[in-house]
């Protein structure tokens, strides 16, 4: 997930303007695709294509396509810590490209970039319940299945609710805590 953000952060800082323009219309058209509407193009649609029928893997592939324009505006983001004096310095210094990501660049994104990081994971995992359309096991296709045997159905919903904040109410406070730390420093 983390990589395919990265990747399309790169191809957007391209100096080949094809790829750079690949990446903005990837960019723009996931930004503008539903999550729900883009579970549906990865599971039927590209399944399809790519000849998989595995829709477990179609849908995190889904989930994945839909995050990395946002997270490639979090790279974006962090970028811009990265001062003018500092490409200078590079430039003065003949760094290649791989030099001046390794040693200057990434190292201060980092800091800004975690708590976008850890927000985007929250969100992500949120939006893994829309796999229920396509009838990949997770939490919420369970509780559909378990409350249709037990007519039980709005106690799996607390259930499922109570899980969802299980998991991303201590990625919240994980990412307020390191955002404070970052702005502190």
């Not at 590209?46 to 839909?66: A, Q």
């Amino acid at each position: 997930l983390f990589r395919s953000g990265f990747f399309l952060f790169l191809m957007m800082q391209s100096n080949v303007p094809f790829v750079r323009a690949v990446a903005a219309i990837f960019k723009e058209i996931v930004m503008g695709t539903p999550l729900l509407v883009m579970v549906f193009l990865g599971v039927y649609v590209l399944g399809d294509l790519i000849h998989v029928t595995n829709k477990e893997f179609l849908g995190i592939l889904s989930l994945t396509l839909y995050m990395s324009p946002y997270l490639a505006n979090a790279y974006e983001s962090a970028l811009a810590v990265v001062d003018e004096e500092q490409y200078v310095v590079m430039e003065l210094y003949h760094f290649n490209s791989f030099q001046k990501y390794r040693y200057v660049i990434l190292p201060q994104m980092i800091r800004p970039l975690i708590p976008s990081i850890i927000n985007n994971l929250s969100s992500i995992i949120k939006g893994s319940a829309l796999l229920k359309i396509v009838s990949v096991s997770e939490i919420s296709y369970v509780i559909t299945v378990i409350s249709s045997k037990n007519w039980a159905s709005v106690e799996g919903y607390y259930v499922m609710w109570l899980a969802y904040l299980i998991v991303t109410i201590p990625l919240s406070l994980l990412a307020q805590f390191v955002g404070k730390k970052v702005s502190a420093k």
